[in-house]
């Protein structure tokens, strides 16, 4: 335990006090008032403190999420019970037919279909304030029709 | 010769006893971030919001909130813990807090605490 600190060096510069019981409580307090041994604590209380709050102050992020299941419900939307294209669904009755109700922060586009903010579609991949992801639809008739759908942070603290 | 041993000993007891308050302190700062209840407000605002999105009419989906419950205000009353207006689900379980998240299923859905149940919500997504 002696080894901890540097010799020498003490709280409040007592390295010219007399022998004796001065000296013993001395060595006692260097032991465990040091000022190293305080930065080392505050060091690690600091970054602890910082880690913890870095972690759980940014919101659970469930954009993908979100994204996957706007594809799903779109995909499930789209095709009829055959697997084929409803053709009667175009972008004026969409969100209607589908049962969406799209704010300002979603965005999905398939073929000529495409409603919600079309700004967001432009932050695609660039950085981290919207989800983009994109999925390929087999139907029967039609063949493959790519969904994208579009998320942005829509928290309400 | 057997005094100064004793006080080693007695130095190295109350050395690492203050080693473990101080740990102590950082654990019990860790999880009351970690298991507090703006954390447990957030996560079930969001996981309800996202079941809705992924619901079809007619369901009736059961979750477990025994956690959230604990960490409830006192008086508080269970049944205004989670509320759904307007495509948006409000998770409250303090008075001055609470978490929205909005969704985009176009349902209307009602919530209700389940009495009988243990410590559940139900999630009634209606035509």
Same mark, same amino acid.
């Given at each position: 335990?002696?080894?901890?600190?540097?010799?020498?060096?003490?709280?409040?510069?007592?390295?010219?006090?007399?022998?004796?019981?001065?000296?013993?409580?001395?060595?006692?307090?260097?032991?465990?008032?040091?000022?190293?041994?305080?930065?080392?604590?505050?060091?690690?209380?600091?970054?602890?403190?910082?880690?913890?709050?870095?972690?759980?102050?940014?919101?659970?992020?469930?954009?993908?999420?979100?994204?996957?299941?706007?594809?799903?419900?779109?995909?499930?939307?789209?095709?009829?019970?055959?697997?084929?294209?409803?053709?009667?669904?175009?972008?004026?009755?969409?969100?209607?037919?589908?049962?969406?109700?799209?704010?300002?922060?979603?965005?999905?586009?398939?073929?000529?279909?495409?409603?919600?903010?079309?700004?967001?579609?432009?932050?695609?991949?660039?950085?981290?304030?919207?989800?983009?992801?994109?999925?390929?639809?087999?139907?029967?008739?039609?063949?493959?029709?790519?969904?994208?759908?579009?998320?942005? @942070?829509? @928290?309400?603290? | 010769?057997?005094?100064?041993?004793?006080?080693?000993?007695?130095?190295?007891?109350?050395?690492?006893?203050?080693?473990?308050?101080?740990?102590?302190?950082?654990?019990?700062?860790?999880?009351?971030?970690?298991?507090?209840?703006?954390?447990?407000?957030?996560?079930?605002?969001?996981?309800?919001?996202?079941?809705?999105?992924?619901?079809?009419?007619?369901?009736?989906?059961?979750?477990?909130?025994?956690?959230?419950?604990?960490?409830?205000?006192?008086?508080?009353?269970?049944?205004?813990?989670?509320?759904?207006?307007?495509?948006?689900?409000?998770?409250?379980?303090?008075?001055?807090?609470?978490?929205?998240?909005?969704?985009?299923?176009?349902?209307?859905?009602?919530?209700?605490?389940?009495?009988?149940?243990?410590?559940?919500?139900?999630?009634?997504?209606?035509?």
């Amino acid at each position: 335990m002696n080894n901890l600190y540097p010799k020498g060096h003490t709280l409040a510069g007592h390295e010219n006090l007399q022998a004796g019981e001065k000296v013993m409580r001395n060595k006692k307090g260097e032991k465990y008032l040091s000022v190293y041994w305080f930065a080392i604590l505050a060091i690690v209380a600091v970054g602890i403190v910082a880690m913890v709050l870095v972690f759980y102050g940014k919101p659970y992020d469930v954009r993908e999420i979100e994204a996957n299941v706007m594809i799903n419900k779109i995909a499930d939307c789209l095709s009829d019970s055959e697997g084929n294209l409803r053709v009667e669904i175009n972008n004026e009755n969409v969100l209607q037919e589908c049962g969406f109700v799209l704010s300002d922060d979603f965005y999905f586009e398939v073929g000529e279909i495409k409603q919600g903010n079309s700004n967001l579609k432009d932050s695609c991949g660039k950085g981290e304030s919207v989800v983009c992801v994109d999925k390929n639809l087999y139907l029967l008739d039609v063949g493959e029709i790519k969904i994208l759908s579009v998320v942005r @942070e829509h @928290e309400n603290k | 010769m057997r005094n100064k041993k004793a006080n080693i000993l007695t130095e190295n007891i109350i050395f690492i006893i203050l080693n473990l308050i101080f740990l102590s302190i950082l654990i019990l700062f860790v999880f009351s971030k970690a298991g507090g209840a703006a954390v447990l407000e957030e996560k079930y605002a969001k996981q309800i919001a996202l079941t809705i999105d992924g619901a079809k009419s007619l369901m009736e989906i059961t979750l477990n909130m025994e956690d959230a419950f604990k960490k409830m205000d006192d008086g508080w009353n269970k049944d205004d813990v989670v509320v759904i207006k307007d495509n948006v689900v409000t998770v409250k379980l303090r008075e001055k807090g609470g978490y929205s998240y909005s969704f985009f299923n176009d349902v209307n859905v009602d919530s209700v605490y389940d009495k009988k149940g243990e410590g559940g919500y139900v999630i009634i997504v209606n035509e």
